[in-house]
């Protein structure tokens, strides 16, 4: 079975930096293309970035230059380096799991999710 489990959020000031996690099992993450997604209260599922096997990225213009995604194939973990952010990243953030070589921004092309965690961004 395909697990996710997300972990790293928390709250943080106008500026601040977090990085979440994303440990995979059951499958290694270079099977899928991971991408991260955000959903804050009241709106939809939000594409925020992806990574695929062969380390190609692809970002939403709102958090480009601002967010990275990374990962670590030992500890099958995706990663996602949060830095300058603002009261507008505060919502629950999930990653997603794609078995394709594809960085797809739509979530319901996603087949595996984790259950997210919170980031909240004061002013």
């Known amino acids: 079975q395909v697990q996710l489990v997300e972990s790293g959020g928390g709250l943080v000031q106008v500026g601040g930096s977090l990085r979440l996690s994303c440990a995979v099992s059951?499958?290694?993450?270079?099977?899928?293309?991971m991408g991260w997604f955000r959903q804050a209260p009241g709106k939809e599922r939000e594409f925020v970035g992806a990574?695929?096997?062969?380390?190609?990225?692809h970002y939403t213009e709102s958090v480009k230059g601002r967010f990275a995604i990374s990962r670590d194939n030992a500890k099958n973990t995706v990663y996602l380096q949060m830095n300058k952010l603002e009261p507008e990243d505060t919502a629950d953030y999930y990653c997603?799991?794609?078995?394709?070589?594809?960085?797809?921004?739509?979530?319901?092309?996603?087949?595996?999710w984790g259950q997210g965690t919170q980031v909240t961004v004061s002013s």
């Open positions: 997603a799991a794609d078995y394709t070589v594809l960085l797809r921004t739509k979530a319901a092309a996603y087949d595996y």
């Open positions: 990574i695929n096997w062969s380390g190609d990225t």
């Open positions: 059951g499958r290694t993450i270079s099977n899928f293309a």
